[in-house]
């Protein structure tokens, strides 16, 4: 069983910050590769950005590249999402995931931090 929270959520201007941070606790948190996912009010559940078990790799989707970074860190058993020129559409509830395989399913999901972006 693995216990995924996050936090750092909030509300920010259009061109602000945010880091949103995932603790893991439970099993092995560096056996396995994690993603960040996102879900607007009325629309479907989006990949974010996902992250190889030791960190060596990472993914992001079109829409976030070159504004938002994930990393991790498995000595603390977090994951760290930093976004960086927020625009509205962003806003969204952001969750953790784990395992992380490429695609939408994953054994286990936080319970997801508000991320608003005021224009």
């Known amino acids: 069983q693995v216990q995924l929270v996050e936090s750092g959520g909030g509300l920010v201007q259009a061109g602000g910050s945010l880091r949103l941070s995932c603790a893991a606790s439970?099993?092995?948190?560096?056996?396995?590769?994690m993603g960040w996912f996102r879900q607007a009010p009325g629309k479907e559940r989006e990949f974010v950005a996902g992250?190889?078990?030791?960190?060596?790799?990472?993914f992001y989707a079109d829409s976030v590249k070159g504004r938002f970074t994930i990393s991790r860190d498995n000595a603390k058993s977090t994951m760290y999402l930093q976004m960086n020129s927020l625009k509205p559409e962003d806003t969204a509830v952001y969750y953790c995931?784990?395992?992380?395989?490429?695609?939408?399913?994953?054994?286990?999901w936080g319970q997801g931090t508000q991320v608003t972006v005021s224009s």
């Open positions: 992250i190889s078990s030791i960190g060596g790799r990472t």
């Open positions: 439970g099993r092995s948190f560096s056996s396995y590769a």
């Open positions: 995931a784990a395992p992380w395989r490429g695609d939408m399913q994953a054994d286990y």
